[in-house]
């Protein structure tokens, strides 16, 4: 390209189609979203977790006798790891657990020996082994900065209730003894679990096409995650809720922030600029959340400030929005929230790996150089 050509800039690469994809379909024109051809609604209706898990890998849904075998499999790599007991209690109890999230995924990495094997049945091993793991990571996490013990994995469960087992443990007032909790929380994990060419699934996308590996694909997902304007925001929807404390508040909250020109998370979207297409099922179990869960302070604060939010911008709540509360009302520690996409997104960010390494081109976009123009060295002594 010479240098007078004055070449278009897609600054974000916004609206850039960087490659095909069967994985999923995002249609802003009708705020809907498929994967493998399934509208999303249905499968929060009709499917679990693991089904949806299933049919990211596969492009099919599967049969009870191919859901036992992936079950059986799957839940055979939930074995309590020493090595990453011991990390996880290394790593200060202060730090960000998206940190900690990241680093057993590059833990898991060292200890495979077979980690730079570009195909499909190892990549599926890799998944079935983050998605027994990080959730045990997570729990642990959580449980050491409360002071509480390790609750082991169970083989009996789902990887919904197994995960609020292994957080809130067992007792009939913890989540996972009320199976309408877990089952809104698994409606959460597959609104999470897959959602395009978005900044944490290209990230991994870019460092599989180098013929890097899994782990390291994963684990620059999950930083790419961690940031406020991606997966970040669910956590900083409930800062927020929680700062502004009174629904009455949140309408002058909303229009003093908005004339500062500060963001507020939890709306807007790259893609989606009238709404987002997973909202209206997460809010479905938010509200069912608070209804159970004395919650009704949150379903104010979230009618007001979406309301506000749309009076004066029209800018429309994302996924995190109703996520944030959700997961809040559940009893999550509000700093855990984004490694809970963590642990849904593993299905988008395996099955993305996957096609990339199946039909793989570098990933290497061009810059426009806006430097100074070239010049010669002056020696230190001139200078
Ligand atoms: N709060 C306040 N203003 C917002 C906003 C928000 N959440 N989202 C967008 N806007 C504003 C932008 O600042 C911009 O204003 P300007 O024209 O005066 O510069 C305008 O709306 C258009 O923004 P747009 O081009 O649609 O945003 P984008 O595609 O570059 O960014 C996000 C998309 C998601 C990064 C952006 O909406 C955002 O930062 N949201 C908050 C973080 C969040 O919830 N992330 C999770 C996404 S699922």
Redo the contacts with the bound molecule.
Sequence with gaps: MSENSNPEVRK?L?GVIADYTSVSKVMPETNSLTYRGYAVQDLVEHCSFEEVFYLLWNGELPNQEQMDEFNKKGRSYRKLDPGLISLIHSLPADCHPMDVMRTAVSYMGTKDPEHFTPDKDHITHVGHNLLAQLPMAMAMDIRRRQGKDIVAPDSNKGVAENLLSMVFGNDPDSPASNPEDVRDFEKSLILYAE?SF?ASTFTARVITSTRSDVYSAISGAIGALKG???????E??MHTMLEVDDPARARDWVNT??DN???????????Y?NG?SRVPSMEKSFRALAERHDGARWVAMYEEMAAA?DER?G?KP????PAGPAYYLLGFPVDFFTPLFVIARVAGWTAHIVEQYENNSLIRPLSEYSGPQQREVVPMDQR
């Design positions: 974000g916004y959602h978005n406020p304007l991606h997966g970040g925001a669910n900083f929807v922030t908005l020109k500060d963001l507020i998370m939890g709306f807007g979207h790259r893609v600029k987002d939010m911008t800018i994302n996924l995190d929005f």
